[in-house]
């Protein structure tokens, strides 16, 4: 049997109902803050990367799937959205002068060392404002993610962390002083390290080797560095954040992976999942617009890695979602005559309880079997299209649960009704166009 290719995601229903719970969740907080969907394709040009991310950052120079279209160009896999976003929207005019509030949602790809809480196909739901330059949307943005923290019930597990890299200028500066300070220990440092201190210096600060963090330990710092607008745009930040009740811790080695980021950076933290423990990141990336060809725009935005967060929940809740019940309904069928007549009472069903699971017996077999799948479904109700009841309009609702009463016979909208009783449901109507009056409160069925 052929495999998976490695580090590709497939997911299961078991983990997709946690998955979905997840998504719906974050979305719910999404639409709150009034941000709007927009797909985005999953190949982009390799150069929109390359000058977007960075040439010298880890996602260009090591994990991009690059291929050649028929046509010779050189195509990638998307691996983030941001860059796409904003060339997205530069294309359809609605950057300059404007304010956007957008997100999206979908697979990534990079190639790196599958294990747990990182994969080579991952979902991340991301999101970006455009036009705002103040600390303002900043603080909207990590206010949602605290939303998205509290909605989920992980908010206790889950810490922020803040910094700011300043304007271009500083960092500028900040790149030239901690490239004089490492060149004389150059042997000294790791070969990763050593090749980044000619391509992307500050990367270096985010090094795991003990020789190379040992040598860090005396290294200029960034925020001695950042200049005054961006200590005025900080301090606002921290303000609003204190305003807004959401706790943070100030990390000066915080610098992000990706070359856009300008001023704020942030990343959403938990101990709970190893190595693997950073579920949220964004900040602020002023420069981007103008880096891909439009006019200089400021702009914000983080993305979630959705696998990661669904990953805490599992932890913290390992028992929600386990969902023992696949139906709430099951026809037993009779004879196979009456297949026909059974499907048009199944919709009848689906149409007068929409939030309901309608499962008929296919294929009939025995009516004893089909009992005992009844049961197994976990389903409250077998009813039993039966050839007699037929020739009276009626079925047989046959309760499979303690305490839900006698066996009955009953017209279809005679137990719709009865099913909706004994759900706290209200059945729609028969005409079945007053649409859904009521939701049930299983999380699955709660949507934007
Ligand atoms: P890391 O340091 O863990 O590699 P990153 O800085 O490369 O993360 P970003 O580019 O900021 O990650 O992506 C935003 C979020 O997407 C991350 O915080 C994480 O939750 C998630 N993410 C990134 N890479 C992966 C991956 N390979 N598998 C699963 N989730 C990922
Ligand atoms: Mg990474």
Redesign the pocket.
């Known amino acids: 049997m052929l495999q998976t290719v490695r580090?590709m995601r497939v997911v299961l229903p078991a983990e997709n109902r946690r998955f979905r719970f997840v998504e719906n969740a974050v979305r719910r907080v999404l639409h709150q803050y009034a941000y709007e969907e927009v797909q985005l394709p999953l190949i982009e040009a390799t150069e929109l990367f390359s000058r977007g991310v960075g040439e010298a950052t880890?996602?260009v120079e090591k994990?991009m799937y690059v291929m050649q279209d028929r046509d010779g160009d050189s195509l990638a896999l998307r691996?983030?959205g941001t860059a796409g976003c904003v060339r997205a929207l530069e294309e359809a005019g609605l950057l300059y002068n404007q304010v956007q509030r957008v997100f999206y949602t979908g697979p990534?790809f990079?190639y790196?060392r599958?294990q747990k809480?990182?994969?080579?196909q991952?979902?991340?739901i991301?999101a970006e404002a455009f036009g705002f330059a103040g600390p303002d949307v900043d603080a909207e943005l990590l206010d949602l993610t605290a939303r998205c923290w509290r909605e989920l019930g992980v908010a206790d597990h889950i810490t922020l962390e803040l910094n700011t890299l300043g304007s271009r200028e500083s960092r500028l500066a900040f790149r030239e002083a901690l490239v004089n300070f490492l060149s004389p220990h150059k042997a000294e440092l790791d070969a990763d390290s050593q090749r980044r201190l000619t391509t992307n210096p500050m990367r270096i600060l985010?090094s795991k080797v003990p020789k190379t963090r040992d040598i860090l330990a005396g290294a200029p710092e960034l925020p001695q560095f950042v200049d005054h607008e961006s200590r005025v745009h900080f301090d606002g930040l921290q303000q609003l954040l204190s305003d807004l009740g959401i706790p943070f811790l100030q990390n000066p080695a915080l610098v992000?992976?990706?070359d856009y980021y300008t001023h704020t950076v942030f990343?959403?933290v938990t101990d709970r999942l190893g190595?693997?423990?950073?579920?949220?990141?964004?900040g602020r990336y002023d420069g981007l617009v103008e880096t891909l060809g439009g006019r200089a725009t400021p702009a914000a935005g983080?993305?979630?890695?959705?696998?990661?967060?669904m990953l805490l929940h599992e932890v913290l809740y390992p028992d929600a979602l386990a969902v023992e019940q696949s139906a709430d309904l099951y026809l037993c069928i009779q004879d196979p005559s009456l297949q026909e007549a059974t499907a048009r009472i199944a919709n009848q069903l689906r149409d007068g309880l929409p939030t309901l699971r309608v499962r008929s017996g296919l294929g009939a077999g025995k009516l004893k079997a089909q009992f005992k799948k009844a049961d197994a479904s976990g389903a409250r109700w077998a009813v039993v299209i039966g050839v007699d009841e037929m020739a009276r309009g009626t079925v047989t609702v046959k309760p499979l649960r303690a305490g839900d009463g006698e066996q009955l016979e009953l017209t279809v909208p005679a137990l719709i009704e009865h099913v909706a009783r004994a759900s706290g449901l209200a059945p729609v109507s028969a005409s079945g166009s007053t649409g859904v009056r009521a939701r049930s409160n299983h999380p699955l069925n709660r949507n934007t």
């Open positions: 580090g880890d996602i994990e691996p983030e990534m990079r790196e599958p809480g990182r994969y080579r991952f979902t991340q991301g985010d992000r992976g990706l990343e959403w190595a693997q423990g950073t579920v949220c990141a964004g983080f993305g979630m890695g959705l696998e990661r967060v």
